[in-house]
């Protein structure tokens, strides 16, 4: 494979160092829909649950009332102040759901999660830029909950990466502009190891996701695509929907890939998620992998397994790159919890629980998670 190569000098290019938001996994259906202004039809087809106001009941039995309807920025929480505090360049979210009101549940899958049209102002309440889109969720209501999908961003003005109308359309990238000269190209792709249906693949004339099969097949592609399109002074994010949903382990099959992808299709940073707590962040060519981002929002408040994880904690991590060089400045990480369908700063103890969690899963990457203090972690190389 033929390794990048800028088509401009970057010394031409004075632009300043650009921060990203990412997150994991934002699942704003199912109960969260249900406290939102515009709730749905709560009908569910799930052996554990028939309504969607179950999750409602259980978040409220282990943290307390909900308010409702609450305000569309309610999810968001204090993460809002930490978005204003940092003030990021631009803002990535893998956004794991379907906005749709279609009742055409998918055959055979065992969860299916979806909001209303009307709620997506809580997607824009946090001036989210692009959402991820090729994951194990947004086809839950069929070729018409895409359709919707796609249709209720367009209207809100936030891109979406990874899910289209045709193969084409999934594939593409998008295209993001940031205060300086610089720009910041967001791929996005998802692997049938976190649950992604090999038929949700899109194809020259159907609907579906950007589907990663084989490695070697996704390594060519995406170093052909981003061939095409990356230019001196460009960041490029690719966000992967991969792996399984708990324990810490990094394969040697994803990291081999994870660096394929900086070492020969000049990717800049890797946008990792599916599992439903943090897993390790490895710093390779001094570019950031993120394995496994963990869940941000969602509605498992109250349901019982795995609490050794810790899935109630969350992170926002915010990858400062040069546009320059493509290598990273600085990676400040932040903790939070949820609590009642709502994001929360997280306490002492729970960041500290965090910061060494990370760290001893880092280490084993190459990278170190330093504690600075409750608001904030430091991620170097080892």
């Given at each position: 494979?033929?390794?990048?190569?800028n088509?401009a000098?970057?010394?031409?290019?004075?632009?300043?160092?650009?921060?990203l938001?990412?997150c994991?996994?934002?699942?704003?259906?199912r109960?969260?829909d249900q406290?939102?202004?515009?709730?749905?039809?709560?009908?569910i087809?799930?052996?554990y649950?028939?309504s969607?106001?179950?999750?409602?009941?259980?978040?409220?039995?282990?943290?307390g009332p909900?308010r409702?309807?609450?305000?569309?920025?309610?999810?968001?929480?204090?993460?809002?102040?930490?978005?204003?505090?940092?003030?990021?360049d631009?803002?990535?979210i893998?956004?794991?759901?379907?906005i749709?009101?279609s009742?055409?549940?998918?055959?055979?899958?065992?969860?299916?999660?979806?909001?209303?049209?009307?709620?997506?102002?809580?997607?824009?309440?946090?001036a989210i830029?692009?959402?991820?889109?090729?994951?194990?969720?947004v086809?839950?209501?069929?070729?018409?909950?895409?359709?919707?999908?796609?249709?209720s961003?367009e209207?809100?003005?936030?891109?979406a990466?990874g899910?289209?109308?045709?193969l084409?359309?999934?594939?593409?990238?998008?295209i993001?502009?940031?205060?300086g000269s610089?720009?910041v190209?967001?791929?996005?792709?998802g692997?049938?190891?976190?649950?992604?249906?090999?038929?949700?693949?899109?194809?020259?004339?159907?609907?579906g996701?950007?589907f990663?099969?084989?490695f070697?097949e996704?390594?060519?592609?995406?170093a052909?695509?981003?061939?095409?399109?990356?230019?001196?002074?460009d960041?490029v994010?690719?966000?992967i929907?991969?792996?399984?949903n708990w324990?810490?382990?990094?394969?040697?099959t994803q990291?081999?890939?994870?660096?394929r992808?900086?070492?020969?299709?000049g990717v800049?940073?890797?946008?990792?998620?599916?599992?439903?707590?943090?897993?390790?962040i490895e710093?390779?060519?001094?570019?950031?992998?993120?394995?496994?981002?963990?869940d941000?929002?969602?509605?498992?408040?109250?349901?019982?397994?795995f609490?050794?994880?810790?899935?109630?904690l969350s992170?926002m991590y915010?990858?400062?790159?040069?546009?320059?060089?493509?290598?990273?400045?600085?990676?400040?990480?932040?903790?939070?919890?949820?609590?009642?369908?709502?994001?929360?700063r997280?306490?002492t103890?729970?960041?500290?629980?965090?910061?060494?969690?990370?760290?001893r899963?880092?280490?084993?990457?190459?990278?170190?998670?330093?504690y600075a203090?409750?608001?904030?972690?430091?991620?170097?190389?080892?």
């Amino acid at each position: 494979m033929a390794k990048f190569k800028n088509s401009a000098d970057p010394s031409t290019l004075v632009d300043q160092p650009v921060t990203l938001f990412l997150c994991g996994d934002v699942m704003t259906g199912r109960g969260i829909d249900q406290v939102l202004p515009h709730p749905g039809d709560p009908a569910i087809h799930e052996s554990y649950m028939k309504s969607a106001q179950g999750y409602v009941h259980l978040a409220e039995r282990v943290n307390g009332p909900i308010r409702k309807p609450v305000e569309f920025d309610w999810i968001w929480g204090d993460a809002l102040e930490v978005l204003r505090r940092v003030a990021p360049d631009l803002r990535i979210i893998n956004l794991e759901t379907s906005i749709t009101v279609s009742n055409d549940f998918w055959p055979g899958k065992g969860i299916h999660y979806r909001m209303h049209p009307a709620n997506t102002p809580c997607i824009t309440a946090a001036a989210i830029d692009c959402c991820a889109l090729a994951n194990n969720h947004v086809l839950d209501w069929g070729y018409a909950g895409l359709a919707e999908t796609l249709e209720s961003l367009e209207r809100a003005g936030v891109q979406a990466s990874g899910a289209g109308r045709n193969l084409v359309q999934a594939q593409a990238p998008v295209i993001l502009a940031t205060t300086g000269s610089s720009r910041v190209i967001v791929f996005s792709t998802g692997s049938q190891s976190s649950g992604v249906p090999s038929s949700w693949a899109a194809t020259h004339d159907r609907a579906g996701v950007s589907f990663m099969g084989f490695f070697e097949e996704a390594a060519l592609r995406i170093a052909a695509q981003v061939q095409a399109v990356k230019q001196a002074g460009d960041i490029v994010v690719i966000s992967i929907h991969w792996g399984s949903n708990w324990g810490y382990q990094v394969t040697d099959t994803q990291r081999s890939f994870a660096h394929r992808l900086i070492d020969e299709a000049g990717v800049d940073v890797i946008h990792g998620h599916s599992s439903h707590h943090p897993r390790g962040i490895e710093i390779y060519r001094n570019r950031p992998i993120i394995y496994g981002c963990g869940d941000f929002v969602n509605d498992y408040e109250g349901i019982q397994g795995f609490e050794e994880f810790r899935g109630d904690l969350s992170l926002m991590y915010f990858p400062t790159m040069d546009p320059r060089s493509g290598e990273l400045v600085r990676f400040a990480v932040t903790p939070m919890r949820i609590r009642r369908f709502r994001l929360q700063r997280a306490t002492t103890e729970e960041a500290a629980w965090l910061a060494k969690t990370l760290d001893r899963e880092s280490k084993k990457l190459g990278a170190r998670v330093q504690y600075a203090d409750d608001r904030h972690f430091l991620v170097t190389p080892a």
